[in-house]
C-alpha cells in the first residue's frame, strides 16, 4: 500500500508540476525548484505551495492535518522551505495555537494566530522567515485588556480597534489547503 501511495504521490507530483508550468504565472524553473524536496517528502508529509511577499513560491510541509470545515486539509504547525543560495532549505517553522487558527496566506506572507494574538510573516530576499507583524491582547489582574504591535525590533501599544483592524487581515487570508499531491491540491 505505501509503495502505491509513493506511486500515485509521485504522479500528481509530475501533473502539480506540469499545472503550474502551464498557468503562465510560473515558469518552468520556478515549479522544478521544489521536485527533489517534494519528492523526498514522507508518507505522511503533505505540502502546499503558496505565493505570498517572497519572489517564488513557498513550499509548507506539515504531517498534521484536520478538514477546516470546507473540505480543505488545513494545519496549525508546518515547516517553511524556500530557495536559499540555489538550494531549497527549511527555513523556518511556524504555528498557530488551535484549530480555529489555521495557517493562513495572502500576497503580503503566511499567518499564525490565537485567540488573543496574530503574527504574520514574511520572506525576505536572502531566504529568511521573518515575523513582520505581530499583535497581542493581554489582560491584567483586573480583566482589563490592552493591546501591542510589533514591527520589526519596535513594539508599541494600539487602541482595541487597531488591534481588531490588524487581525482582519488574518480573517481575509487564504487557509493553506495541504494535499498529497496534485490531485488534491486542486479541489
Known sequence: MDKAKKIVSCFMLCALLLSLCACGKESKDT???YEKTIAGLKDDELFVMIDTNAPLPVL???SQVYDDGTGKQAAIVCDVYYLVDKEVKKI???ESMGT???IS???TGI???SGHAMQRFEIEESGTLTLAEGILEQFDENGNASYTMT???ETKTISEE???AAFEKYSNAAVAGFAYGASDAAE
Do not use: E, K, R
Open 100 to 102: 480555529a487558527y489555521p
Open 111 to 113: 499567518y499564525t494566530a
Open 92 to 94: 523556518g517553522t511556524i
Open 31 to 33: 515549479a522544478a525548484v
Open 60 to 62: 509548507l510541509v506539515t
Open 162 to 164: 487597531d488591534y481588531y
Open 105 to 107: 496566506y495572502d500576497t
Open 151 to 153: 514591527t520589526g525590533n
